[in-house]
C-alpha cells in the first residue's frame, strides 16, 4: 500500500539559511499533519491543513510556514534556521470529511534536518 | 486533553506475549484510545485504536477497562523488530486535531 512519502530524507542546511521539506500524502488523504520531533524528545505538533486551509496549529515558530497546495501535498519552510532547529521532521496524512478527520494518521518516514 | 501514563520501560522475552499498559483515568466519553509505535528514529507507526470494545487485528489486540480508565496493548508473540517505544495516545475522532505524544513505553524485546 502507497505511504506517505517525505523528501528530501536528509538535509544539511547552516544557520540563517532557508529549508523546504515535502510532504506527499497517501493517495485520496486530503490532511495534512507536520511533526518535530527533537533529540531524545517525543514528536511534538506543529501544524495542520485541511483542503489547503491551515486547520490547526501547535507550537510553531513565526520563521517556519506551511501550505498545502492543490494536489494535497504540503510543504514546510523554515527560514533563519537555528541549531536548536535540528531535528526529525515528520509528516502525517489522513482521510477527513467536511473538515473532520474520520481516519487514522499515517506518518511518513521523516526529514532529518541538521542545521550546522 | 486526557492525560495518560505510561511505565518508561519494560522488558519481554522473544515469542512472549508482551503486554503494555496505559492508564487514562481523565479520558472523556468521546475520545478514543490510540497506540502508536516509534522504532528508533523511524515514523510513528499506527497499531490499533478502540473506543470501548476490545479490538484486535493483525499487528496486536486492545483491552479496554469497562471504565474506560485504561487500556492494555497485547503484542502476542514479541519480535526483537518489536522493540520500539509505544505511545498510548487519547484522540477524538472526527476532530482533524494534533496526536499529542506523551512519554510512552520503551519495550525491549529480549533474545
Known amino acids: 500500500a502507497a505511504g506517505v512519502i517525505q523528501s528530501p530524507r536528509h538535509l544539511i542546511k547552516e544557520k540563517r539559511e532557508t529549508a523546504t521539506l515535502k510532504c506527499y500524502p497517501i493517495?485520496?488523504?486530503?490532511?495534512v499533519y507536520w511533526y518535530q520531533q527533537g533529540p531524545g524528545q517525543d514528536p511534538q505538533f506543529l501544524i495542520s491543513?485541511?483542503?489547503?486551509?491551515?486547520?490547526d496549529k501547535g507550537s510553531i515558530p513565526d520563521r517556519f510556514s506551511a501550505q498545502q497546495f492543490s494536489d494535497y501535498h504540503s510543504e514546510l519552510n523554515m527560514s533563519s534556521l537555528e541549531l536548536g532547529d535540528s531535528a526529525l521532521y515528520f509528516c502525517?496524512?489522513?482521510?477527513?470529511?467536511?473538515?473532520?478527520?474520520?481516519?487514522?494518521?499515517?506518518f511518513g518516514p521523516g526529514t532529518r534536518l541538521t542545521v550546522l | 486533553d486526557a492525560k495518560t501514563t505510561q511505565p518508561p520501560s519494560m522488558d519481554c522475552a522473544e515469542g512472549r506475549a508482551a503486554n503494555l499498559p496505559c492508564n487514562h483515568s481523565?479520558?472523556?466519553?468521546?475520545?478514543?484510545v490510540y497506540w502508536y509505535r516509534q522504532i528508533h528514529s523511524q515514523g510513528p507507526q499506527y497499531i490499533i485504536h478502540?473506543?470501548?470494545n476490545n479490538e484486535t487485528n493483525e499487528m496486536a489486540s486492545l483491552i479496554i477497562t469497562e471504565d474506560r480508565k485504561s487500556s492494555t496493548l497485547i503484542l502476542p508473540h514479541a519480535t526483537l523488530r518489536d522493540t520500539a517505544v509505544y505511545y498510548c495516545?487519547?484522540?477524538?475522532?472526527?476532530?482533524?486535531?494534533?496526536?499529542?505524544f506523551g512519554s510512552g513505553t520503551q519495550l525491549t524485546v529480549l533474545p
Open positions: 495516545i487519547p484522540w477524538v475522532s472526527g476532530s482533524a486535531r494534533q496526536l499529542t
Open positions: 502525517a496524512s489522513s482521510f477527513s470529511r467536511g473538515g473532520r478527520s474520520t481516519d487514522t494518521q499515517y
Open positions: 481523565t479520558i472523556s466519553g468521546n475520545e478514543y
Open positions: 478502540g473506543l470501548k
Open positions: 493517495p485520496r488523504h486530503d490532511t
Open positions: 491543513f485541511y483542503e489547503k486551509m491551515q486547520s
